[in-house]
């Protein structure tokens, strides 16, 4: 409960502006601090800490409005709808004429049903500031709501006024029409559907048709008749860009609940843009110590640990030199060939924290794995590669995890024909693959997700200074893509945020010195191409020599620029203004690489001065700015290896106040520049797996380790006891995955999709004759939802009943099985011989745990737990072995990653007996796995026993598998059971939020309260159409191929009449019975980026590769659902924007 006690801190002296602290005051100072993190919390959905700095922030300076109005809205998100109130009232005290909080002001009342309430708020917001569309798009909509004498007019008044500021907005064109059409009013529903048709020249064919069929209407005698038009063409009209972005400028999407306020609203706000740019920074050559001149051709840095500051590496045509001991060979091939840019590639790819080093040159390709930072040894043997790949002739090596399973790969430069890449099987060998099908000749590469769909491509130039571009299709394969004939030949590449719009561009040198941005545009179809900077007396280029940087090196905020030729070299400098700027005149030497080397936080460059001279360039200014490193890592060195060890291909976005920056992870250290500003206030990490990480108040002039965290998919119930709302279990749709990857060749096929799950009479009470049931969508993850229905079973005391919630091959039976009271077993041992009776007696959270861990989540050593049956257990009739416990589960990528090697993949569960000589047997393989958390399993072991031997059992996996409780029983076929199988009385899907999620122990499993952590999006949601709020009863009510599609951060809530309670002696428990599918967003399942294709019951597998959702089956079957029912349509744009939300204030 958000505390309602903040007023308190409120005394009259300190209220309004006349005691605001002064600019140059210590309170202002940690005021903007502790305000800007708290924003920065709100942003990303860290709710607690956002209430405990905005709390913190009115204290410091009670009078200023701006910490109250965010204070007032996370409570909005929280729906504590009373503190909301008080605090944006506290906020409207102090600024009785600010329109955003108004704004939040009429969002609030509109929560809570207050129609009138908001109505007022809101038009007092666009009074206030008439140029703030949403709020006058709110209004309209709000008034809409409430009709009532002369609305529509209003309303169509308001929307014109839209129209006056913005007179191409399609949303509100359409809201236009619609209401014309309603009205009656033939002239303006004609003139504004053409105003619509004038921008439809681009539009997919499916929204043409749609927009001819709203034109037919309009020319007709009705237009009341036509208004259902409208509603056709705005939704399929949600699938094209310019449309959303057209919605975008009047309405948030669903998932965000109204906007802080960014500025101060009486103190005067900071400046967040970049400092100017230190012209003075020079770049002095010091020779480095003990390197000749002309003995080494080739310098760079490499950070051997990811921890301490990066050595030295010097190369010629054979040798290597790294650091001041360790020396290895060049593969420099019979002509001693030297070392190109790219030919000495520092990745770790054993996954052991240590910087390995792999070398490429006219000579094949040698894989070095470091021991210590003074031993290296040659593992080129270990890689098992073919004759032909090792010895090839080579012009560079890059890492870059190609299919996204977690380790790192080598793509290799072939001096003539297609690019290599050594698929790494994470077991020391490689594959040979080629993925990027008309490459050819590569000489330069950059790896870095240039289309903003999650997953980094490829950007190639080869011998002829082509530029290529691959987008990554996911599980290894990519698609190569059109780039601007009017591009120049291009000598270097790399990939940043050049405009810091916070996506990343590809930026270019042509042969000319002319650099050029390319950004993405129109989803991948298309670029935009502009110059950002000119290298005039460059001289000659030659593809293969040169190179291109971007990196803030003034540390003024900015991305600036670096070139390199063969003799000579360039900085741009970046502005306030956005442009790059020469710094003075070029520098004579050769630099090859930068880095951070001396705790400074420069970079300095690693560079051939002239005559040859191996030296550091060394980083001198006459500003001081701040600056910040963040140090990546992957979370554990065993027991995880979903990403690789440093997080490379992932991204970085750091903000300072409201100065954003973006940057890729390329190695263990990322770097800042933050100007003038003391404090990162948050760093946010997507990790190459797609899951993120937030650091919060990160002091400047620091280095900052950043670890990476888990994710997961499975839908969480949750029911009211009579208590409360309680977690109870994982439920349907938890088996049925769709494109589930089981290796790196096969997909896993559907065989079931009904899924039965117990819940306990004790966790689930009628409430005014209803039971009430929460299934939430929280992990990365869309759900497909034919059917949920409630079974009440009640049956005698002194029996109980389960399902057997398992995973396996065939799947287990859909039945309720009765059995006596469990009883515990005699004894239980573990493999290693210790007695783990007292940890599976009873339900008690505590988890048998002594596996340890493997390489990859989910799969460990193979072990057992053998189970004594006593003197008690039946011998004959039926008996059961009841377990109790949770999954671990792998998902798509490691089950890749493990598929590719010689590493044991999972295999679930099987029971053991011993025969009458002792030695153990398997009674029963292929038993599967408990399906996700809370899961209790049901194994038969009537007739498994041999004769003359002990009744005892073992149960042996290899997959992470925590036993809570164990026990047997004897089963009570003849037990009378009483069934009835409830229909939802309601069954509403809402948007809710993200849960607070807690975990014991490492032994434990991550569970749910129900209480929000966040309402704040945390997932890059897969793209296309999901079910609109509100009621879907019909859609749930039988199994028939209509389905709910759900979203992370949907709840669905289902009210299930409570029947009369069992007679006097009868127990009841309850069965929630699911039909449906799930598809996890992992980057290695299938078509995981969009909602489609969409599954049906009669086919078993996923291979339909999607296309337009007018072709889909379902679709087809049912297009009606996607005018009543379908018509929300989703994309990541909010969780790419996060930190880059727009000001209003």
């Known amino acids: 409960m958000i505390g309602l ?42 709710d607690v800490r956002a209430e405990e700095r905005l ?24 729906r504590e709808f009373d503190a909301a109130a008080e605090r944006l009232e506290k906020a409207r005290t102090l600024a009785p004429d600010n329109a955003a909080i108004y704004s939040l002001r009429g969002l609030l009342e509109s929560s809570r049903g207050q129609s009138a309430e908001a109505i007022r708020n809101l038009r007092r917001a666009t009074e206030l500031d008439p140029k703030d569309l949403r709020a006058t798009y709110s209004l309209a909509q709000e008034i809409e709501r409430e009709g009532g004498e002369n609305s529509e007019a209003e309303v169509l008044r308001l929307y014109e006024k839209i129209l006056a500021a913005e007179p191409s907005n399609l949303t509100v064109l359409l809201e236009v029409a619609r209401l014309a059409a309603k009205r009656g009013d033939a002239e303006r529903f004609r003139q504004t559907v053409a105003r619509i048709a004038e921008q439809s020249s681009t539009w997919p064919p499916e929204v043409r048709e749609q927009l001819a069929a709203l034109q037919t209407a309009a020319g007709g005698p009705n237009p009341r008749q036509a208004a259902s038009r409208v509603a056709f063409l705005r939704n399929v009209l949600l699938r094209v860009a310019e449309y959303r972005q057209s919605l975008l400028a009047v309405k948030l999407p669903a998932d965000i609940l109204g906007e802080p306020l960014t500025r101060f609203v009486l103190l005067p706000s900071p400046d967040f843009t970049p400092a100017p740019p230190d012209e003075a920074v020079t770049f002095a050559a010091e020779p480095l110590p003990d390197a000749e001149a002309n003995k080494w051709t080739w310098v760079g840095y490499v950070s051997l640990n990811g921890e301490e500051s990066p050595s030295v590496v010097l190369a010629n045509n054979g040798e290597v030199r790294v650091g001041e001991r360790a020396t290895l060979t060049f593969p420099g091939g019979a002509a001693s060939t030297p070392p190109a840019p790219d030919s000495i590639a520092a990745m770790d790819y054993n996954y052991d924290f240590k910087t390995d080093l792999v070398m490429a040159g006219a000579g094949g390709v040698r894989i070095y794995q470091q021991e210590s930072p003074s031993a290296f040894t040659d593992a080129t043997a270990l890689a098992a590669l073919p004759a032909e790949v090792a010895n090839g002739r080579y012009t560079g090596a890059w890492p870059a995890d190609v299919e996204l399973d977690g380790d790192l790969d080598i793509v290799l430069g072939a001096e003539e024909g297609t690019p290599v890449v050594l698929r790494n099987n994470g077991d020391e060998s490689f594959k040979a693959v080629r993925p990027f099908d008309g490459a050819n000749n590569l000489r ?53 945020d050049a405009n810091s719009d916070g996506r990343l561009d590809v930026l270019v040198l042509q042969v000319d010195g002319v650099i050029r941005r390319l950004s993405d545009k129109a989803d991948g179809a298309d670029w935009e191409i502009g110059e950002v900077g000119r290298w005039s007396d460059a001289g000659n280029f030659n593809v293969g020599t040169a190179r291109l940087w971007a990196a803030d090196f003034d540390n003024n905020g900015g991305i600036d620029l670096a070139a390199s030729s063969a003799n000579a070299s360039r900085v741009w400098l970046r502005g306030v203004d956005g442009t790059f700027k020469p710094l003075g005149a070029s520098i004579a030497g050769r630099m090859l690489d930068v880095a951070e080397v001396t705790g400074d936080g420069r970079l300095d460059f690693a560079a051939l001065a002239e005559g040859g001279q191996p030296a550091r360039f060394v980083n001198r200014g006459t500003k001081d700015y701040h600056w910040q490193i963040i140090r990546t890592r992957a979370a554990n060195a065993v027991g995880d290896q979903r990403i690789n060890s440093f997080g490379v291909g992932g991204e970085m976005e750091i903000r300072s106040g409201l100065l954003a920056q973006k940057q890729i992870i390329a190695g263990p250290f990322v770097h800042f520049g933050l100007g003038e500003q ?21 002091k400047a002039d620091q280095t900052v380790l950043a670890e990476q965290r888990l994710k997961g998919s499975c839908p969480h119930l949750f029911a009211d006891d009579g208590t409360g709302i309680k977690f109870v279990k994982d439920c349907a749709p938890w088996s049925p995955a769709l494109g589930l990857r089981i290796n790196a060749q096969h997909t896993m096929g559907i065989l079931q999709t009904e899924e039965w799950m117990k819940i306990r009479g004790d966790q689930l009470k009628p409430k005014d004759g209803f039971y009430d049931l929460r299934i939430t969508a929280e992990l990365w993850e869309t759900f497909y939802i034919d059917h949920y229905s409630l079974m009440v079973v009640d049956h005698p005391a002194g029996t109980e009943i389960f399902a057997d919630e398992r995973f396996a091959v065939p799947p287990p039976p859909l039945t309720i099985y009765a059995v006596a009271p469990p009883q515990s077993f005699v004894r239980a041992r573990d493999d290693t011989g210790q007695d783990v009776s007292d940890i599976v007696r009873s339900l008690d959270h505590r988890y048998l745990d002594t596996f340890g861990r493997g390489s990859h989540q989910g799969v460990t050593r193979d072990h057992f737990v053998e189970l004594e049956l006593g003197d008690d257990a039946p011998v004959d009739g039926p008996l059961w072995l009841i377990a109790h416990g949770w999954l671990h589960p792998t998902d798509g990528s490691i089950n890749v990653a493990i598929g590719q090697g010689t590493r044991t993949p999972p295999h679930g569960l099987s029971l053991e007996v011993p025969d009458s000589s002792g030695e153990w047997v398997v009674a ?8 996700g958390k809370n899961k209790t399993i049901m194994i038969d072991l009537a007739g498994v026993f041999r004769s003359n031997a002990t009744r005892r059992v073992r149960l042996r996996t290899n997959m992470e598998i925590f036993w809570d409780k164990l026990e047997w029983a004897a089963g009570v076929p003849e037990a009378q059971m009483k069934t009835e199988r409830l229909s939802p009385a309601s069954a509403e899907l809402r948007y809710r939020g993200f849960s607070v999620m807690n975990k014991a122990d490492e032994s434990s499993p991550e569970l749910p309260e129900y209480k929000l952590a966040t309402s704040t999006q945390r997932w890059r949601d897969l793209v296309g159409y999901y079910t609109r709020y509100g009621d879907i009863r019909e859609l749930v009510t039988k199994v028939d191929d209509r389905i709910v599609l759900v979203n992370a951060g949907d709840e669905m809530a289902f009210r299930f009449a409570a029947p009369p309670p069992p007679p006097s002696g009868w127990a009841r428990d309850f069965v929630l019975v699911g039909d449906g599918w799930i598809k996890d967003g992992d980057y290695n399942s299938s078509f995981s980026k969009t909602v489609l294709p969409l599954p049906t019951h009669t086919g078993t597998d996923y291979t339909r590769k999607p296309t337009r959702l007018e072709d889909d089956p379902v679709y087809q079957r049912f297009p009606q659902d996607w005018q009543d029912y379908h018509t929300r349509y989703v994309t990541p744009e909010s969780f790419r924007n996060v930190l880059r939300r727009n000001n209003r204030n």
């Open 444 to 496: 330069a590469f950059a790896w870095a997700d240039v289309d903003e769909d999650g997953d980094p491509d490829a950007v190639l130039v080869d011998a002829e200074g082509r530029l290529q571009v691959f987008a990554n299709e996911r599980t290894g394969q990519f698609r190569a893509r059109a780039v601007p004939q009017t591009l120049g030949q291009v000598v270097a590449v790399t990939i940043a």
């Open 678 to 698: 003391t404090t990162a206030d948050v760093v946010r990490i997507v990790w190459p797996n797609g899951s993120v990480r937030a650091e919060f108040d990160l």
């Open 924 to 931: 029963k393989p292929g038993l599967g796995f408990p399906a």
């Open 5 to 46: 006690t903040l007023l308190a801190v409120i005394t009259p002296a300190c209220q309004g502006g006349s005691n605001l602290p002064d600019k140059s005051s210590k309170e202002y100072r940690e005021y903007v601090s502790t305000f800007y993190v708290g924003l920065a919390a709100l942003d990303v959905g860290d």
């Open 55 to 78: 709390k913190r922030a009115t204290e410091i300076v009670p009078g200023e409005p701006a910490a109250w109005g965010n204070l007032g809205l996370l409570a909005l998100r929280q």
